[in-house]
């Protein structure tokens, strides 16, 4: 049985403002995105550790993997084999945003 994969409230708005952006300039590629960039996010539940952990910080469970310009930064928690995508960062913003709780 896999990891459960949960999306933070950030991480959801941080997905919606991706599509968002994309829609004026063309709709169906703004729909595609985001089921890809989800899709990925979700896939997580095989493997969750193949990502990196995220170089900004020393925290082993912070992980992160990349799709297109996108950084998908998750917190593994093998106790509950639970994946919560913490945010889908835009790498053209630099270092994630993230509660301090997150990054101990």
Do not use: C, K
Not at 49 to 71: M, Q, W
């Amino acid at each position: 049985m896999g990891f459960q994969v949960f999306l933070s409230g950030a991480a959801l708005n941080d997905l919606e403002a991706a599509v968002a952006y994309i829609a004026p300039h063309n709709p169906p590629a703004a729909e595609r995105f985001g089921t890809n960039l989800l899709d990925e996010a979700l896939s997580l539940e095989v493997f969750p550790a193949r990502g990196r952990i995220v170089p900004e910080f020393s925290n082993p469970d912070l992980r992160e993997i990349l799709f297109g310009p996108y950084r998908i930064v998750y917190r593994i928690n093998h106790t509950s084999r639970a994946v919560e995508i913490l945010r889908f960062w835009h790498a053209a913003r630099g270092e994630p945003e993230l509660d301090s709780e997150v990054t101990q």
